[in-house]
Nanobody
Framework: QVQLVESGGGLVQPGGSLRLSCTASGSTLDSYAIGWFRQAPGKEREGVSCISSSGTITWDKYSLKGRFTISRDNAKNTIYLHMNELSAEDTAVYYC??????????????????WGQGTQVTVSS
């Protein structure tokens, strides 16, 4: 069982930046693809970004390209989501998820087996 923990969420002003972190206690994540998802109030959860186990393959939701960047530091057992130029539309609970298998990742929830509890990101002045 992989227990994922997200951190780094909070309240930020429009135009600001945040860095979310995803780590696991008692497990190493270097063999897992990691995805970031978000769920805004009243909306379905959607894929935001993902990174393969090696870090060589990434995917970003098209509309977020250039603002969100995913990275991983396997030595620190941590995956990051760097978010810039935040707007109110980015307000959501952000989840990280882990999926095993080949060096691949996707934005599909069904590809991920383990999920964190989420961290709230609120963009407001």
């Amino acid at each position: 069982q992989v227990q994922l923990v997200e951190s780094g969420g909070g309240l930020v002003q429009p135009g600001g930046s945040l860095r979310l972190s995803c780590t696991a206690s008692g497990s190493t994540l270097d063999s897992y693809a990691i995805g970031w998802f978000r769920q805004a109030p009243g909306k379905e959860r959607e894929g935001v970004s993902c990174i393969s186990s090696s870090g060589t393959i990434t995917w970003d939701k098209y509309s977020l390209k250039g603002r969100f960047t995913i990275s991983r530091d396997n030595a620190k057992n941590t995956i990051y989501l760097h978010m810039n130029e935040l707007s109110a539309e980015d307000t959501a609970v952000y989840y990280c998820a882990a999926g095993g298998g080949d060096d691949y990742c996707s934005g599909y929830e069904s590809d991920y087996k383990y999920w964190g509890q989420g961290t709230q990101v609120t963009v407001s002045s």
